[in-house]
């Protein structure tokens, strides 16, 4: 099998990145820019992410997932603790974090230490999913194999009678991550290759050093 993509190319165009024009603080900059990702209405979910982990097996493993929040101190999600990318997490709390907004032209790549955040906030988010999604996470074991689909909606099937007009508590083994950032880099796409890259690195003040990138 083969394919030649040599001819795919695209002109980027849309905007440019200055030092003169950013943030001081990247998650300011992170806001503005997922704001204006989320205005421009060409992604359908601009809160998807890629995160990469180191597995136990020694490989880099990426896969995408949803931001449920970003503040101050950094980007959350939640998944399930037992999950391949939780135990990666648990033995190297070192990831990394991606977002491409293709109808931007940008990119933003993080890099940060993931650390659980306290049960009373994966609680609250937890009681806010819709049921379907509260009884899917005790269905899962997340990364084990299972025999077969149907294997998974009769689980599903058994735990729907069972919280049938029930509150269903959040399992122990899943929860929140805020995976605090040590460097930002944003990425605007620009003509003749010649990207715009803006990197944030933190210091040991936790002043952010800002610097431009060759492309």
């Known amino acids: 099998m083969q394919k030649d993509l040599g001819d795919y190319r695209k002109s ?5 990145l200055t030092e003169a024009s950013v943030k001081e603080n990247p998650m300011e900059q992170f806001q503005k820019w997922f704001y204006e990702t989320e205005a421009s ?3 359908d ?3 998807a992410m890629t995160v990469s982990t180191i597995g136990l097996d020694g490989f880099p493993k990426s896969r995408v997932v949803l931001m449920k929040k ?4 950094g980007f959350i ?6 999950s391949e990318k939780g135990r990666a997490i648990e033995a190297n709390p070192a990831v990394c974090l991606s977002f491409f907004w293709p109808n931007m032209e940008r990119q933003v790549i ?17 009681e806010s999913r819709p049921h379907g999604s509260q009884l899917g996470a005790v269905v899962s074991d997340q990364s084990e194999v299972v025999p077969s689909r149907e294997y998974l909606e009769d689980k599903l099937m ?12 959040r399992p122990e083994y899943w929860g929140g991550y805020l995976v605090r950032p040590i460097s ?18 933190l210091q040991e003040d936790f002043d952010w050093k800002i610097e431009r990138l060759a492309p």
């Open 184 to 201: 930002i880099e944003f990425w605007q796409g620009r003509p003749n290759r010649l990207h715009d890259r803006i990197r944030y690195s």
């Open 70 to 73: 970003f503040t101050f101190e």
């Open 110 to 126: 993080i890099k940060g230490k993931a650390e659980k955040i306290a049960p009373n906030l994966s609680d609250g988010y937890f």
């Open 12 to 16: 980027y165009e849309k905007s440019e």
């Open 77 to 82: 999600f939640y998944t399930n603790y037992h």
């Open 41 to 43: 209405d060409g992604v």
């Open 45 to 47: 979910e601009p809160n």
């Open 158 to 169: 058994d735990l729907e009678q069972k919280y049938n007009n029930k509150e269903v508590p």
